[in-house]
């Protein structure tokens, strides 16, 4: 932009001087063309009567000897041009003025252009005339001419007058005074010097430097370029520029800005005085700080630079050596662990030393060989597990990582228009007396890759009896009532009587067995262990990543080893996620901006993997809240919300609409339960005023002001900030409370919360998400109109799916006519994940499906990014 | 074996049962004496046994049927048996038996003709047996026992205690009482312990003679032979009965029994053998009024609170297989609620079985439960908390009103969105008038045009109504069918208060008279 402003202003410059150059007509066109003609009458008038010896350019030369002597005495006529011009030369300011006190940025850039002639008679005089032709070096210029001419022969088609009056134009340097419109001429030997208007810009620029405003003098010599490229000391001032910033960068501690200054110098000038030195400084300090880090990418990014700059840089030659040593080190290690049986470690030590120098000799064989023994999966999110931040309800992340962690005993498996589940744990289960009783007979094998144990009858069982007991803190309400009869009939064999047939078994049996009694390991010994119906179990936590390990790992004789380890990296957003992901940090992303969608899939490195359940958005109240409660608010605070725009302009970003759409319900619009022809609600910011007007007179005059929490994400808090913003303009004032602010009062006394939920089984999750409880208990739905509980529970207890689709649709129906929350939309959720993982599902239902058959072909970056 | 002795004694005349029953009970006292050298002992205890069973045979002729129930004196049975502990002696068991003897007299004195039995009850073998008792049980087990309260009693040790557990029997009103259970580290007074557990089981038999407007006239069992011990007297002022209706058949038989269900008398006052009480209860008219029936005895029977809470759970009425689930239950501690200002609650949800548990009052004292379907009052009854484990209660179906009432919700709101709308849009064809903008004032006006009008939201409200209301007919349930058309009604009212047409045309018609005439170009 400033390049394209400057250029149009030399554009506009030149067509201003080539005007004037060759017509005085068009400068008469100007606007300011009654006040010029005034202006050169009075000059006129005063060279008539004053001026001696002098005469415009414009009337014929007066004193040109025929002689080829120098015409001394013209040029001292023309020095009293000033004198025409109605000064004296006292008004003429001094040189040592004018660089006391060089024009500012904003004069260079915005006045128009003057050159400072300094005037040998006139005593450090300075005669401001608009810029001079030919220019730079303009005297020199005129010499040459001169001399050029002098050593040609005269034209035989030439008079000798003609030649002798070439002769004396060629020393003359013709001048215009600002707002003069008339043409003047100096001998080049009353020009003691000239100070271009270009020359003034790098003064202006030498003062910028010792200021260290690097930014204004850079946007002066991108001007400068612009409008005279390549004018001498441009460059050298430009090189000045950037090794100063460097310098001062690195005094302010910031090492990777020094660093890009002096690359951008050293494109420029590889030969700088002390670039080299002072590169080798930078990077030194760079790498240093990466590797105390622990970020050896980083490190060996800093190093990839220096080196492109200066292969044989001693700091390159040092850090690669160590770095080197270190791999090797590392290797080693390796090795060593391997031998020991330890193939986590052996994993470990490899990846490290891939990080750290992955150009160490026998690394890729190294690598390849203990990584397929023990793959490890990296992984990329926006948040660990039990990191909620101060949100008050449950995280996706908790969600993600409970499906990676625990095996349930009936699992989802897949979703359509309805959730499908399996086991792994029972052979089969056969539905007796019409369904009141069901056989379940527990399965007695296991695959090699399959990181469940096998359970008993006892333990299903016991499990079953924790979550009947009323005082037991897993104490499952549903369940209690549904059950009425356990009976073991053998160690792999029991059978469940039901107070009343359940709906699907499978989502009321979707809990694990936390404990057990006894275990049968691989050799088929009998032991203990808590940390049943567990596939993966948390190894290790820092910061930013957490480690899932397998509570089985496959036997060493397995055949084909599949994922044994799970290293979740937290990134800050999506954009350094996606970075994370090129840079080879991570090999998966959980979650993916729909934006992201399209780039990655066309990116041959990666898969892109859309999940089978979408993400639904959706505002909901706490059931405390006293002002929500007023239908008339909850109807404003619906109606001022555009959610048509806020999905394509904030959560989509993208052209493809397809990845998003309007809902009506908090669960899928491909769910059977969901009621396709309810009319979606419009954004009508006047209806809601009007609603939150009489909302107003319901809570007695004055709206209190509503609390708004929202899920730590990005995406759903920008979207949050733009609501609140268009619910002020309705009346309605809303706070959003940060949640890492630290208050858990604030935190708790929320109204309003901000949630994503991915909701396949509505028939049971419908109630716990309305009542913000984990569990459906009966005493949760005491704040909710007698209507609608009753609905609920017969919603509940519904035994047979066509009813239960039908108490579904009337429940939607009502739920979102009432506004007892507000569905805003539902997002497509994709997974991506790099070409080196094989065998996960499509569609998965959350991202790391089936990981105990995932498997990783062992790969690294090779190249620093 | 026992069974059949026992059946052939009930055919006995009473001096040949009772001696029948001193016969067998030495049978089996012979039995617990075997390891005792059985011969050395027997002449002794026989002639131990024939006269205590020969003084109870005596006893039997002190109370004919016809003297006054005051005047009748208990005639009491109190069965004892051991648990297999070896340190239960027969030496051991004849001293609790004789210190129960020698305390109930002290105590009682007159008031009850008593006689002890041991192992009477051979049913019951644990604690556990005595709470399975049934009424059933008992009268076939024991046809023979003509007495007016029986106490089944059951000792046992539990680690460094003995454990006494008691449940009495009422013959009048063929109910078992609860059990009662009382502690004692000491071995010598076990009997004392078992003593204790018999005056707390012990729930005195009234006879209903007056009820007036709330109020009831009672006579008291065995008045005239007041305890010994003022403080054990059998009621005072606070105590609760509850009433029995004892219908007998023309030979004076006894036909059945029934129990007037939410029925509560709440003792006021006692001077000897009449009592008054104030009578709480669900029902209009609990004990029939003034009128009395010949062949229908009013009963009352002193109740007691045994148990930490009580296990309500509520039904539908017509369905009483279906729990009803998510029902309020507010707890009311008051002893009239016409009568009494307001009190403190508790309110409980029904789970998904329909219950809640009522936890017992610290003062035993009566408290009225309010079962609610949102604001419908589906019933409203006393109970004593703690007097049974669980109890039922039938409610009417409430689910056709709250489908009513949720369809209702959702035209309310529609009806709000429309009052809005129509007040945007009069207010912005105001704005438009007042500058002169006719063209959008039109485009306003025929938006408001396309509005739904009154006649909408009457159809919509009568698609509501009909069919609940059809619904209501069929299942005849004339409280619902009330409701519902009370709803119905003040949804009509708001409907015709806020989506008044006539306020649209005065509205229309105020804005017509700002729009220019033709012929001036002014506004008229």
Not at chain 1, 67 to 81: K, L, M, R
Not at chain 2, 149 to 175: I, N, P
Not at chain 2, 249 to 263: C, E
Request: net charge negative; glycine share 4%.
């Amino acid at each position: 932009m400033f390049v394209y402003q400057t250029t149009e202003t030399q554009q506009h410059g030149d067509k201003e001087r080539a005007g004037r150059e060759s017509s005085s007509t068009a400068r008469h066109a100007s606007t300011d063309l009654f006040r010029l003609f005034a202006l050169c009458l009075c000059i006129s008038v005063a060279l008539l009567n004053v001026a001696y010896g002098q005469f415009p350019a414009a009337e014929a030369p007066a004193a040109p000897a025929d002689d080829a002597d120098p015409p001394a005495a013209a040029d001292e006529s023309a020095v009293g041009g000033r004198k025409v011009a109605g000064q004296s030369d006292a008004d003429l300011p001094l040189i040592g003025d004018l660089l006391a006190e060089l024009p500012t940025l904003e004069e260079l850039l915005r006045d128009p252009p003057v050159d400072w002639i300094v005037v040998t008679t006139l005593k450090d005089r300075v005669l401001i005339v608009e810029p001079i032709n030919p220019r730079p070096n303009t005297l020199e210029k005129l010499q040459q001419r001169i001399e050029e001419f002098s050593a040609t022969r005269r034209k035989p088609t030439e008079t000798v007058e003609e030649r002798q009056q070439k002769f004396i134009d060629l020393h003359y340097v013709k001048v215009f005074l600002p707002g003069d419109e008339n043409e003047y001429k100096l001998h080049v030997e009353q020009i003691q010097e000239i100070i271009h208007h270009e020359d003034q810009m790098l003064l202006r620029v030498d003062a910028l430097i010792d200021e260290r405003n690097f930014n204004d003098a850079l946007q002066l010599i991108f001007a400068l370029n612009a409008l005279q490229p390549a004018w001498p000391g441009a460059a050298d001032r430009h090189h000045r520029l950037l090794y100063r910033e460097a310098e001062t960068k690195l005094e302010a501690d910031l090492p990777e800005a020094a660093l890009a200054r002096l690359a951008e110098l050293h494109a420029l000038r590889a030969g700088y005085p002390g670039l080299s030195k002072m590169l080798g400084t930078v990077t030194q300090q760079l790498i240093s700080a990466a590797v105390e880090a622990g970020d050896f990418l980083q490190a060996r990014h800093f190093l990839k630079r220096l080196r492109a700059l200066e292969p044989n840089h001693p700091v390159v030659n040092e850090w690669s050596a160590t770095f080197l040593s270190q791999g090797e080190t590392l290797m080693d290690e390796a090795r060593g662990k391997s031998l020991q049986g330890d193939p986590r470690g052996a994993a470990v030590a490899i990846e490290r030393a891939a990080l750290i120098w992955p150009a160490a000799p026998g690394l890729a064989q190294l690598h390849g060989r203990l990584m397929a023994r023990y793959p490890r999966l990296h992984a990329g999110v926006l948040q660990l597990a039990g990191e909620s931040d101060g949100y008050p309800l449950r995280v996706p992340a908790d969600d993600r990582v409970e499906r990676l962690t625990q095996v349930k005993l009936f699992e989802l498996d897949s979703f359509d228009d309805v959730a499908h589940y399996r086991s792994r744990f029972f052979e089969r289960w056969l539905p007796t007396d019409l369904g009141r009783r069901t056989m379940f007979r527990l399965t007695q094998h296991r695959a090699a890759w399959e990181s469940v144990p096998i359970l008993r009858s006892s333990d299903v069982v016991l499990s079953l009896s924790q979550r009947m007991n009323p005082s037991s803190p897993v104490y499952d309400d549903r369940l209690a009532a549904r059950i009425n009869s356990v009976r073991v009939r053998s160690p792999f064999e029991f059978e469940l009587g039901f107070q009343q047939v359940p709906l699907r078994t499978e989502a009321l049996l979707g809990f694990p067995v936390p404990t057990r009694l006894s275990v049968v390991d691989d050799a088929g010994a009998a032991g203990s262990s808590d940390s049943l119906s567990q596939r993966f179990v948390e190894a290790g936590r820092t910061d930013d990543t957490i480690a899932y390990c397998r509570t089985h790992p496959e036997p060493d004789n397995a055949g084909e080893f599949h994922v044994a380890e799970v290293v979740e990296h937290r990134y800050a957003n999506y954009d350094e996620a996606i970075q994370g992901l090129l840079r080879g940090e991570v090999s998966m992303l959980a979650r993916l901006r729909p934006r992201d969608v399209t780039p990655l899939s066309e990116d041959g490195r990666f898969f892109v993997q859309q999940t089978a359940l979408p993400v639904t958005h959706v505002l909901q109240f706490h059931p405390d809240s006293v002002a929500t409660r007023s239908r008339e608010l909850r109807r404003a605070l619906s109606y001022a919300v555009d959610r048509r725009t806020l999905l394509a302009d904030v959560v989509l970003q993208t052209s493809q609409s397809k990845l998003g759409r309007l809902v009506t319900a908090p669960f899928p619009s491909t769910h059977n339960g969901y009621d396709p022809l309810i009319e979606q609600r419009g954004y009508d910011l006047t209806l809601a005023y009007q609603l939150a007007a009489a909302a107003k007179s319901q809570l007695g005059g004055e709206l209190p002001e509503l609390h708004m929490v929202c899920e730590p994400d990005p995406v759903v808090e920008t979207v949050a900030k733009e609501m609140i913003k268009t619910w002020a303009r309705v009346g309605i004032q809303v706070t959003l409370i940060d949640s890492g602010g630290g208050d858990p009062q604030a935190e708790q006394n929320w109204d309003v919360v901000y949630r994503t939920v991915q909701m396949y089984e509505p028939v049971f999750q419908l109630w716990p998400m309305l009542t913000l409880d984990s569990q459906a208990t009966v005493d949760s739905l005491i704040h909710l109109p007698d209507w609608l509980r009753q609905e609920l529970i017969e919603l509940d207890s519904a035994s047979d799916s066509t009813r239960s689709r039908a108490l579904l649709r009337n429940l939607h129906r009502k739920l979102y006519a009432q506004v007892h929350l507000i569905p805003l939309w539902e997002v497509d959720d994709f997974v991506v994940l790099r070409k080196n993982i094989g065998s996960f599902g499509v569609r998965p239902v959350s991202p790391y499906q089936g990981i105990e058959r995932w498997t990783l072909q062992p790969w690294y970056a090779a190249q620093a990014p | 074996m026992t069974h059949q002795s026992t059946s052939k004694q009930a055919t006995l005349p009473p001096a040949r049962r009772a001696n029948a029953m001193a016969a067998n009970s030495a049978r089996r006292w012979g039995r617990s004496f075997a390891p005792l050298r059985v011969t050395r002992w027997l002449p002794t205890l026989l002639w131990i046994l024939g006269c205590l069973f020969s003084s109870v045979a005596a006893a039997d002729t002190d109370s004919p049927d016809d003297l006054p129930l005051e005047s009748r004196r208990y005639q009491v049975l109190i069965s004892i048996s051991f648990g297999t502990d070896p340190t239960f002696t027969p030496r051991f068991q004849k001293q609790v038996a004789d210190d129960i003897r020698l305390i109930s007299d002290r105590t009682f004195y007159q008031m009850w003709n008593r006689r002890i039995e041991r192992n009477l009850a051979n049913s019951v073998t644990s604690q556990a047996d005595l709470r399975r008792l049934e009424p059933d049980t008992v009268l076939s087990d024991h046809p023979e026992l003509a007495v007016d309260k029986a106490f089944f009693t059951w000792v046992e040790s539990a680690g460094s205690q003995y454990v006494v557990s008691v449940r009495e029997w009422d013959a009048a009103t063929r109910r078992l009482g609860a059990v009662f259970t009382r502690h004692t580290p000491v071995r010598s007074r076990v009997g004392d312990a078992a003593m204790r557990a018999i005056s707390a089981a012990f729930r005195p038999l009234l006879s209903i003679e007056d009820v007036e407007e709330g109020a009831a006239t009672l006579r008291l069992q065995a008045a005239a032979f007041p305890p010994s011990d003022p403080a054990s007297a059998q009621l005072k002022p606070g105590d609760i009965l509850q009433a029995f209706l004892r219908y007998r058949d023309l030979d004076g038989a006894v036909a059945r029994i029934q129990s007037l269900p939410w029925t509560y008398l709440v003792v006021d006052n006692v001077e000897r053998e009449r009592v008054t009480c104030t009578v709480a209860s669900g029902l209009r008219a609990p004990l029939g009024g003034g009128r009395r029936q010949r062949r229908v005895d009013l009963l009352a029977l002193a109740t007691h609170v045994a148990y930490d809470s009580t296990r309500l759970e509520l039904v539908q009425r017509t369905n009483t297989s279906l729990p009803l689930v998510g029902h309020q239950v507010r707890v009311v501690s008051k002893l009239l609620p016409e009568r009494e200002a307001p009190q403190p609650s508790d309110l409980f949800v029904t789970d998904r079985r329909g219950t809640v548990q009522l936890r017992t009052r610290a003062d035993g004292k009566l408290v009225w439960l309010y079962v609610l379907s949102g604001d419908s009052l589906l019933a409203r009854v006393p109970y004593v908390p703690g007097s049974d484990p669980s109890v039922t209660l039938s409610v009417p179906d409430d689910s056709i009103r709250l489908s009513v009432e949720g369809e209702l919700e959702l035209l309310q709101g529609d009806l709000v969105d429309l009052v809005a709308a129509r007040a945007q849009h009069i207010l912005r064809a105001r704005h438009l008038a007042a500058d002169d903008h006719w063209d959008q004032v039109d485009v306003e006006m025929a938006e408001l045009e396309q509005l739904p009008d009154i006649s909408h939201f009457r159809q919509r409200l009568s698609t509501i109504r009909v069919p609940a209301l059809e619904a209501a007919r069929a299942d005849q349930n004339r409280l619902a069918e009330s409701r519902i058309g009370k709803l119905c009604d003040q949804m009509s009212q708001l409907i015709q208060r806020y989506v008044d047409d006539d306020k649209i045309q005065a509205a229309k018609e105020r804005i017509q008279e700002l729009r220019p005439r033709p012929e001036d170009g002014r506004p008229r």
